[in-house]
């Protein structure tokens, strides 16, 4: 069984900060995929960035980058220079051979301007 | 492309009453995945159609059904709905970008209220 944990249910940031989203996970699968999500408050969920397994090289997408830790099984999302549009929920997911996502319970983050 | 589309967006049905929510995928995408999300549970894994056929099933109940076309759209059927099914029901576009590399993109979503 895979599971995904986070464990803060909200941050808040101001804005053109930094802040790290944290995410633990738990699978047996040697390979396998971890997404982060948005999901405004207009429900659309967004892919954010995504990281494989079997890379070592943290994934960056502009702003957004993760700081993945395989032996520790983390798998935290940094936003840098945070934007009042960088509000929303945001879902840590993990696939493994299959395309199904398990998702963590999400963390709210708000932008103080 | 057009995103992943689904219809319709609200629904209110009563106890009893059955329900079925459209998804239509993006264009060239075979795969589309159900996933419901409530406040208590979170987001959950419905089941997962590829060419028409059910590949994945997440552990609900029978009363959740679904289906895909020729066409890649997809329908989800709840049948006597209960209060606990008001939800929100989001369809999942799933792009294969390599062998076992997968992602998903959401549509908006069908919010379903039970009274």
């Known amino acids: 069984a895979q599971t995904v944990t986070q464990s803060q249910p909200e941050m808040s940031v101001q804005e053109a900060e930094t802040v790290t989203l944290s995410c633990t996970y738990d699978t047996s699968e040697s390979d396998y995929y971890l997404f982060w999500y948005k999901q405004p408050p207009s429900r659309q969920m967004i892919l954010v960035i995504r990281q494989e397994a079997y890379k070592q090289q943290n994934a960056t997408e502009n702003r957004f980058s993760v700081n993945f830790q395989k032996a520790a099984k983390s798998f935290s999302l940094k936003i840098s220079d945070s934007q009042l549009g960088d509000a929303a929920m945001y879902f840590c997911?993990?696939?493994?051979?299959?395309?199904?996502?398990?998702f963590g319970k999400g963390i709210t983050l708000s932008v103080r301007p | 492309k057009a995103g992943v589309t689904q219809t319709p967006r609200y629904l209110i049905k009563t106890r009893g009453q059955q329900v079925t929510l459209s998804c239509s995928p993006i264009s060239g995408h075979r795969s589309v995945s159900w996933y419901q999300q409530t406040p208590g549970q979170g987001l959950q894994f419905l089941f997962e159609?590829?060419?028409?056929?059910?590949?994945n099933k997440g552990n609900f109940p029978g009363r959740f059904s679904g289906r895909q076309f020729s066409n890649s759209r997809s329908e989800m059927n709840v049948s006597t709905l209960e209060l606990g099914d008001s939800a929100l029901y989001l369809c999942?576009?799933?792009?294969?970008?390599?062998?076992?590399?997968?992602?998903?993109?959401f549509g908006p979503g069908t919010r379903l209220t039970v009274t």
């Open positions: 159609y590829f060419s028409e056929t059910q590949r």
């Open positions: 997911a993990l696939t493994g051979a299959n395309s199904k996502l398990t």
């Open positions: 999942a576009s799933t792009q294969n970008l390599l062998a076992g590399v997968y992602e998903q993109y």
